[in-house]
């Protein structure tokens, strides 16, 4: 298993830049496919960007893509969504996950741990 807690959330104005991290602990980090997430009030959860375990190959979100990148740090057991040109529609509660595997991972229901995530706001 591994325990996942997500910090760098905050109000932005637009324009503004925030780096969401997430720190894992327990199991071998480096075994994990990771993931970011979004969920927006009345909306269901998205994925934001996502990462293969071994960093060599990341999807990013059309609504968020030239915007956001993701990086993980497999030493730390850290990933990490750094957002950019941030917009009042990327308000949302931002979500770290991590399944156990080889792959790409797009999908919610892949995902296996969750951190409690982290509050985005940008103000209109």
């Known amino acids: 298993q591994v325990q996942l807690v997500e910090s760098g959330g905050g109000l932005v104005q637009a324009g503004g830049s925030l780096r969401l991290s997430c720190a894992a602990s327990?199991?071998?980090?480096?075994?994990?496919?990771m993931g970011w997430f979004r969920q927006a009030p009345g909306k269901e959860r998205e994925l934001v960007a996502a990462?293969?375990?071994?960093?060599?190959?990341?999807y990013i979100a059309d609504s968020v893509k030239g915007r956001d990148t993701i990086s993980r740090d497999n030493a730390k057991k850290m990933v990490y969504l750094q957002m950019n040109s941030l917009k009042p529609e990327d308000t949302a509660v931002y979500y770290c996950?991590?399944?156990?595997?080889?792959?790409?991972?797009?999908?919610?229901?892949?995902?296996?741990?969750w951190g409690q995530g982290t509050q985005v706001t940008v103000p209109s």
């Open positions: 990462i293969r375990r071994s960093g060599d190959s990341i």
């Open positions: 327990g199991d071998t980090f480096s075994m994990y496919g």
């Open positions: 996950a991590a399944v156990r595997g080889t792959g790409l991972y797009t999908q919610p229901y892949e995902y296996h741990y």
